[in-house]
């Protein structure tokens, strides 16, 4: 029989999915963090999280070690076990917002993880990446345009694929619906544009996708 917090951590999952506009599997995510912590925490109604509870789950996660490094026995990164509580605090938030007593999220601090190292790419390591695909074949026309799209827009490798051939290139900007359904307008440099008119000038077929598989019957190209 389902427990009171349970059909709450469903509330609250359905309201990711359906308020939120959160992607399937940020809402798993969610799920297997709030799962975890219930199983470790044993409670059955939201009152029953205390700053006790979430301080063992905390040593808890602290001292486990994660299925990759067992043999190790180096325990899950500070970062991972963010996630659990960033997971929790949002849970938290979402029964504050319906006044339903529980711990205030605030109270649920993150463990501080060091800066991140950046290793970014040298101008020379971009020119060759940018340069890689040569000749004037389907193939790497397409490259070509990919990369310096993603150059150019930063968008996502999703974000990409979801591209037809109804955006207007020539403008210096589009608009995209990106994580979240969110929209936002990326810009397109002049090497990008070229990349892709001469792309898209090399296609024969009727596909509204802006990236074909090359090779399909549908992306033929003269010969």
């Known amino acids: 029989m389902a427990t009171k917090i349970d059909e709450l951590k469903r509330e609250f999952l359905e309201h990711l ?8 599997k940020t809402v798993e995510n969610y799920d297997r963090y709030l ?3 219930f199983e470790f925490a044993k409670v059955k109604n939201p009152n029953e999280i205390t700053d006790t509870i979430v301080r063992e789950f905390r040593l808890y996660l602290n001292r486990q070690s994660s299925g990759n ?3 190790t026995g180096e325990t899950l990164k500070k970062k991972t076990q963010n996630y659990y509580l960033i997971g929790l605090r949002g849970f938290l938030k979402y029964l504050a917002k319906h006044k339903i007593d529980s711990l205030p999220a605030e109270r649920i601090e993150l463990a501080k993880v060091p800066d991140r190292l950046l290793d970014l790419i040298t101008p020379e390591e971009l020119d060759r990446l940018l340069k890689a695909p040569e000749g004037n074949e389907i193939k790497a026309l397409r490259d070509r345009a990919i990369l310096q799209l993603l150059f150019s827009t930063g968008l996502r490798v999703s974000e990409l694929c979801s591209l037809t051939r109804d955006v207007n290139f020539y403008s210096g900007e589009f608009s995209i619906r990106g994580k979240g359904s969110k929209i936002r307008v990326v810009f397109i440099s002049d090497e990008a544009k070229k990349a892709v ?8 077929d009727m596909d509204d996708a802006l990236f074909v598989k090359v090779g399909d019957e549908k992306a033929k190209t003269e010969k």
């Open 69 to 71: 490094n067992r043999a």
């Open 197 to 204: 008119t001469e792309y898209l000038k090399k296609r024969k």
């Open 17 to 24: 999915e359906i308020e939120k506009g959160s992607s399937l």
């Open 35 to 37: 799962t975890r912590f």
